[in-house]
């Protein structure tokens, strides 16, 4: 199908300038008739008014006319159509490549192909190099083909050419009939025709740029029998019948260097004296920079030497727009420019799909479509579509959990062209999308840890959006790269993205504290004190130190729990001070400090909203247990029940397991054996569902413990129960290991197994020394003094 030719288009402002006098005279003409005819009607200073306005109307007329006609005369003939500029039937129209260099490989693997195979396609992702690769090998191989080396562009401009299109272009250059219509039958017709054209004949057909394989469908299978076709274009080629493809990625990093220093080196040198591109360890930085894109590197290495610029400063402008945080400015640079004006398989993206591949370089690992849509905020089903598009260009690559990413080759390009395309109110926009987006599902997926339980062996799973430790066991990458900023930006986080930026690394860090991950929670807890945001207001960073309390604490670290929980209560308010209150007081309890534990935890149950249920449950249960240490049985059994109850309609059977733990000892205290071994019964099965081996082996201590003192002849049920406990607890020197061996100790008595005692007991003076347990240490002593065991 062709246009109209130039002739046809020229014409038609000639037409409209005849028009436009022709319209001005007959416009004047009745208008004069019609003053003539009213003129005994009117006065005659109306008739010389209407005898003005005819002569008005002609001059326009006129006028308008002249005016038309040279624009016209001015106006560049138009270019001639693509298909009428084909040259003359039979003249070969291979060109010759210009700048050719690397891939010789590539190119003699394709000459092979051409020898054995008579329809031979070179593909890849657009602007990777498929055209040049395919015309050097066709060159190359020129002598193999003595009857003609023919070529077509199949794009040519931003305008694609159909099937029957590009049958008229063969049929022009080999002299056969272009197709009838682009009916089916007619384009079998015409290529039946050029197929026998040329069958007998040793000819090279060369496509280039095919972009759709409905472009060359009816040329195969080939049928000519000498005849050889050669495709560049997508990779959609490989799946069409008769069609052996060759897959050419972007060059290696020592081909991609070639190319720069040879572009470099066909350009006018600005300075005679120039390090060798080759040996400069800045031009393969800059290569990789460039995504090893064949156009851009040889662009910018003919620019560089064009223009003198050092390879260095050409990097460091580069660096700079790449790894510069997307909320702070920086200034353009030719080189930046000439980067991303270069990336031709870029601007073939529609303009929707270019925007969500600049966006998603904001974040350095996968998304999934939930997160992209809210990135680019756009209907998931359309990023679903968009990501079609990118992935069979080959921008993004798939990864599991049906996420996406930008390819890594690409990265340091998609954040150039988003420095580049978008400004920074724009970039900080989709900052603060994607940390409200990944904050909002954290903090719904933190609330439900707690319920969901944490088997201990539980295996990772992908794609249940609904259970909490799959969606952050996937997620977890990303959410710890938004969380961490990069060193410097914490300080200039924009505002609108600050906020929500709080409240991920808070819903992060209850996920770290149940994963029991304690390196990476002080990491996050590091990084929010490390913000102004913290300096400025005093309840962050309150927040931040009572992490790295309660952190330390797990690490049985209990002074320096009491410094960083010291600093908590003196920055937070009285509504936050509550829960610092609690955790303090727990810190002290440890240290043996009761006194001031229980007056720590009184003001914290004070400070407590009633609404916050859960916070009174931990408030009693700490409560419960400093009275517990201080002999004070009934005033501890009544918060412990309370917590308990608490705990179990809130459905925390983490807490509520505790709870039980510890009336295991108030029950026993009292002489209530039966309630304590209905408390630890109850109190194993909560453990079982829950993963927390430390307050599991406070658990079975408390057990075995009751069990021992209550039915002696249970020894053997206590010592198992007291070695489970000794194994979870681990070899570090802690007070409750040092109880664990005490007891140990007294269930192999009990077994009458002295020999096995005095071990026990003498090991656990020695770790309740080392813990600074000084009751333990007496207990374990006086055991030791008191056995008639040898020594």
């Not at 009916?183 to 290529?191: E, G, K, S, T």
């Not at 727009?321 to 930046?336: E, L, R, W």
């Not at 608490?646 to 039980?660: K, M, Q, S, V």
Request: glycine share 8%; net charge neutral.
């Amino acid at each position: 199908m062709t246009g109209p030719g130039p002739a046809r288009r020229s014409r038609r402002p000639r037409r409209l300038s005849l028009l436009l006098a022709i319209g001005g005279v007959v416009g004047g003409t009745v208008s004069a008739v019609l003053g003539n005819v009213t003129g005994n009607l009117l006065s005659e200073l109306s008739v010389a008014q209407l005898g003005s306005a005819s002569a008005g109307v002609i001059v326009l007329g006129l006028a308008a006319a002249l005016v038309v006609e040279w624009r016209r005369q001015r106006q560049p003939a138009a270019p001639p159509d693509d298909t009428e500029a084909t040259p003359t039937a039979g003249a070969p129209t291979l060109p010759w490549p210009a700048g050719f260099s690397g891939r010789a490989g590539h190119v003699d693997a394709v000459i092979d192909l051409l020898e054995k195979e008579h329809a031979v396609a070179v593909v890849g992702r657009r602007a990777v190099g498929t055209s040049a690769c395919a015309i050097q090998a066709a060159n190359l191989c020129r002598e193999d083909f003595p009857d003609g080396q023919y070529y077509l562009d199949l794009r040519r401009g931003d305008r694609r050419h159909d099937a029957r299109q590009v049958l008229t272009a063969l049929a022009r250059i080999l002299g056969t009939r272009p197709p009838a219509s682009g009916r089916a039958d007619d384009l079998a017709d015409a290529a039946d025709e050029l197929s026998g054209h040329l069958d007998g004949r040793a000819v090279l057909v060369v496509l280039d740029n095919v972009d759709d394989p409905a472009q060359v469908w009816p040329l195969l299978p080939p049928t000519a029998r000498t005849c050889r076709l050669l495709l560049a274009g997508t990779g959609a080629l490989a799946a069409l019948d008769g069609v052996v493809a060759h897959g050419l990625a972007e060059p290696d990093a020592d081909d991609a260097v070639e190319l720069f220093a040879a572009a470099g080196a066909t350009a006018p040198v600005a300075r005679p004296h120039r390090p060798d591109p080759r040996t400069d360890p800045a031009v393969r930085a800059l290569v990789e920079l460039c995504g090893r894109q064949p156009r851009t590197v040889a662009e910018l290495g003919r620019r560089t030497a064009q223009h003198g610029w050092r390879h260095t400063d050409v990097l460091d402008a580069l660096r700079r727009a790449v790894d510069t945080p997307p909320h702070q400015h920086v200034a353009g640079s030719p080189a930046t420019l000439l980067v991303t004006a270069r990336d031709t398989a870029y601007h073939a993206l529609g303009g929707e799909s270019r925007r969500l591949w600049r966006l998603m370089s904001l974040s350095p690992v996968p998304l999934d479509r939930p997160t992209l849509a809210a990135l680019a905020g756009r209907r998931p089903d359309r990023v679903a579509a968009l990501l079609h598009e990118l992935a069979t260009g080959g921008f993004v690559t798939g990864a599991p959990g049906d996420r996406y990413e930008v390819r890594p080759l690409l990265a340091p390009y998609a954040r150039m062209h988003l420095r580049d395309a978008e400004p920074a109110r724009r970039r900080v926009a989709a900052q603060a999308r994607l940390t409200r987006h990944l904050a909002r599902r954290a903090e719904r997926h933190a609330a439900s840890l707690a319920v969901a339980g944490s088997p201990p062996d539980r295996e990772p799973t992908l794609a249940l959006d609904d259970d909490p430790y799959g969606w952050f066991d996937l997620h977890q990458e990303l959410l710890l790269a938004v969380v961490r900023v990069p060193a410097g930006a914490a300080e200039t986080l924009p505002r609108r993205v600050r906020r929500w930026w709080f409240r991920l690394a808070v819903a992060l860090c209850g996920w770290l504290a149940h994963a029991e991950r304690l390196d990476e929670w002080a990491q996050v807890c590091r990084t929010v004190l490390a913000t102004p945001t913290a300096d400025d207001r005093p309840e962050i960073a309150g927040w931040a130190h009572n992490e790295l309390g309660v952190l330390r604490r797990r690490r049985h670290d209990p002074q320096g729990a009491a410094t960083a929980l010291s600093l908590a209560v003196a920055e937070r308010g009285r509504r936050g001070t509550a829960q610092a209150r609690m955790n303090l007081g727990l810190v002290l309890l440890d240290l043996g400090q009761l006194d001031d534990a229980v007056e720590h935890l009184e003001l914290s149950r004070r400070h407590r909203s009633a609404a916050d249920r859960s916070g009174h449950a931990l408030t009693d249960l700490g409560l419960g247990a400093a009275r517990l240490a201080r002999g004070e049985l009934e005033v501890a059994h009544h918060h412990l029940v309370r917590a308990a109850n608490a705990f179990r309609a809130l459905g925390d059977a983490r807490g509520y397991a505790a709870a039980l733990t510890n009336l295991v000892l108030v029950h026993a205290g009292l002489g209530e054996h039966l309630d304590a071994a209905q408390s630890w019964r109850a109190a194993l099965r909560e453990y079982d569902t829950v993963a927390d081996p430390t307050n599991r082996a406070a658990a079975l201590l408390n057990a075995g413990a009751a069990l021992l003192a209550a039915t002696p002849a249970q020894a053997r049920q206590a010592y198992g129960m007291l070695a489970e406990s000794r194994r979870l607890r681990g070899d570090r020197p802690t007070a409750g290991l040092g109880r664990t061996l005490l007891h140990l100790g007294d269930a192999a008595a009990a077994l009458d197994d002295a020999d096995e005692a005095r071990r026990h007991w003498a090991d656990a003076a020695g770790v309740c020394e080392q813990a600074g347990d000084a009751d333990g240490r007496a207990a374990a002593d006086a055991r030791l003094v008191g056995s008639d065991a040898p020594a």
